[in-house]
């Protein structure tokens, strides 16, 4: 994907997958999962409102879909989506 996607916070995204083991001892998975949650909720909250809208969560959808579809022929293809889940 070309650097056009501002929504997405692909540097935050990056450091979270490397966090040092030693710092998740003590914290509950649910923080962390929690933690996630917002994030995802903030990146799909386009309109900054508080709540999800049927468009913003389309939107979301859409990018998905879009980041799946490799050659961007607007179809989504097993091969493309196990190229999506395995980086
Ligand atoms: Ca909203
Ligand atoms: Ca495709």
Redesign the pocket.
């Known amino acids: 994907m070309p650097g056009g996607s501002g929504m997405m916070p692909d540097g935050m995204m990056g450091r979270s997958m490397m966090i040092p083991s030693g710092m998740m001892d003590g914290m509950p998975m649910m923080s962390m999962r929690g933690h996630m949650m917002k994030i995802m909720f903030a990146v799909a909250d386009a309109d900054g409102d508080g709540a999800l809208s049927f468009e913003e969560v389309t939107a979301i959808h859409k990018r998905i879909f879009d980041g799946?579809?490799?050659?961007?022929?607007?179809?989504?293809?097993t091969d493309?989506l196990q190229a999506f889940m395995r980086p």
């Open positions: 799946v579809d490799a050659n961007n022929d607007g179809k989504v293809t493309e």
